[in-house]
């Protein structure tokens, strides 16, 4: 079965520092892919940035990255120059099943700092 | 473009009655889904429609049933509403390239369901 876990329930950065979010997962299958996603306050969930398991670099998009490591079984979400807006829950999500539907993991909580 | 519309927004009602979360996306994606999500335990897979016709269980299907209107449509019925499924519920659609993990999910903007 996929599992895939986030340890950190909360985290904080000071403003214009960098953070990373920890992401690991379980899974059987040869070729998968990474999601990460943000939910502000307001409630809407936002795509950030994907990684497939045979992408040979680590995806980057503006501001956000993924630190994939495939043998570690990671794929931690590193924000730079952290902003006020980045404030919001995080969450890393892997493709399952025979539709490949998204599992969620339960979140990282990230309050940036003034 | 709307994305994904989900309705009504907010709603409350009592235990034993019953209610239909409706969704409909406009970008010509083939696969829905409804989640719910509680405080501290993300989002939870309840149904999914990998493609119009067909309908599949996720993690937590009880209590809830769904119907594929169309390619556009998907919709969660609650028969016999429960205090358990007082929840946030969003839909979400995604187009998935044959054979691949890319693609991702186009969320609506949520459902506020209590349950007295």
């Known amino acids: 079965a996929q599992k895939i876990t986030q340890t950190q329930p909360g985290m904080f950065v000071q403003e214009k520092e960098a953070v990373t979010l920890d992401c690991t997962y379980d899974?059987?299958?040869?070729?998968?892919?990474l999601f990460w996603y943000k939910q502000p306050s307001s409630g809407e969930m936002i795509f950030l940035i994907y990684?497939?398991?045979?992408?040979?670099q680590n995806a980057t998009e503006g501001r956000y990255s993924l630190n994939f490591q495939k043998a570690r079984k990671s794929a931690n979400l590193v924000i730079s120059a952290s902003q006020l807006g980045d404030s919001a829950m995080y969450f890393c999500?892997?493709?399952?099943?025979?539709?490949?539907?998204?599992?969620f993991g339960s979140g990282t909580q990230l309050t940036v700092l003034p | 473009n709307a994305g994904v519309t989900q309705t009504p927004k907010f709603q409350v009602l009592k235990t034993g009655q019953s209610m239909t979360l409706q969704c409909a996306q406009d970008?010509?994606?083939?696969?829905m889904y409804w989640y719910r999500q509680d405080p501290g335990m993300g989002l939870r897979l309840i149904y999914y429609?990998?493609?119009?016709?067909?309908?599949d269980k996720g993690e937590v299907p009880n209590g809830y049933n769904v119907s594929r209107l169309n390619k556009r449509e998907f919709s969660l019925r609650l028969e016999s509403a429960a205090p358990s499924q007082t929840s946030v519920y969003f839909c979400?659609?995604?187009?998935?390239?044959?054979?691949?993990?890319?693609?991702?999910?186009?969320f609506g903007e949520g459902s506020r369901l209590t349950v007295l």
């Open positions: 979400a659609s995604r187009f998935r390239p044959a054979g691949t993990n890319t693609g991702e999910l186009f």
């Open positions: 899974t059987s299958d040869p070729s998968y892919g």
């Open positions: 990684q497939g398991s045979y992408d040979q």
């Open positions: 970008m010509n994606h083939n696969s």
């Open positions: 999500a892997l493709p399952s099943g025979s539709a490949r539907q998204l599992t």
């Open positions: 429609s990998a493609s119009e016709g067909t309908t």
